[in-house]
């Protein structure tokens, strides 16, 4: 593996330490519209559970917990820095709708909406 291969993993492959932080900062600037666009897509109906498999730094998971429909809302990532990043993101709607259970995050393997709500 090259250098080059070796930083572009840290940032967006599995990001981690300094590099995924910055590689969650361009992820999250670059991915918004698409995300958005997705978000609206998938026509949610009020009963609906979502969840985001690999949810990088967490604006899909934002937008969708800002949408009235969707009752529940999680995601898993394998990326610890990743999921730090969305817990600071959505900080707002994890204070407001942790108690109802809406909003949670994890990591891969260990993940359990109950155990992992925000």
């Given at each position: 593996?090259?250098?080059?291969?070796?930083?572009?993993?840290?940032?967006?492959?599995?990001?981690?330490?300094?590099?995924?932080r910055?590689?969650?900062?361009?992820?999250?600037?670059?991915?918004?519209?698409?995300?958005?666009?997705?978000?609206?897509?998938?026509?949610?109906?009020?009963r609906?559970t979502?969840?985001?498999?690999g949810?990088?730094?967490?604006?899909?998971?934002?937008r969708?917990?800002?949408?009235?429909?969707?009752?529940?809302?999680?995601?898993?990532?394998?990326?610890?820095?990743?999921?730090?990043?969305?817990?600071?993101?959505?900080?707002?709607?994890?204070?407001?709708?942790?108690?109802?259970?809406?909003?949670?995050?994890?990591?891969?393997?260990?993940?359990?909406?109950?155990?992992?709500?925000?």
């Open positions: 593996m090259s250098i080059t291969e070796a930083i572009l993993l840290r940032m967006f492959g599995r990001p981690q330490w300094v590099l995924g910055l590689g969650g900062i361009i992820m999250a600037r670059t991915n918004k519209a698409c995300g958005a666009w997705v978000a609206q897509l998938l026509e949610i109906a009020p609906d979502v969840l985001e498999v949810f990088g730094p967490g604006v899909v998971i934002e969708l917990s800002k949408l009235a429909a969707a009752p529940r809302v999680a995601g898993v990532d394998a990326s610890q820095e990743m999921v730090e990043q969305a817990r600071a993101r959505n900080r707002a709607a994890i204070r407001t709708q942790d108690r109802s259970g809406r909003l949670a995050a994890g990591l891969g393997g260990e993940f359990t909406f109950r155990q992992q709500c925000l």
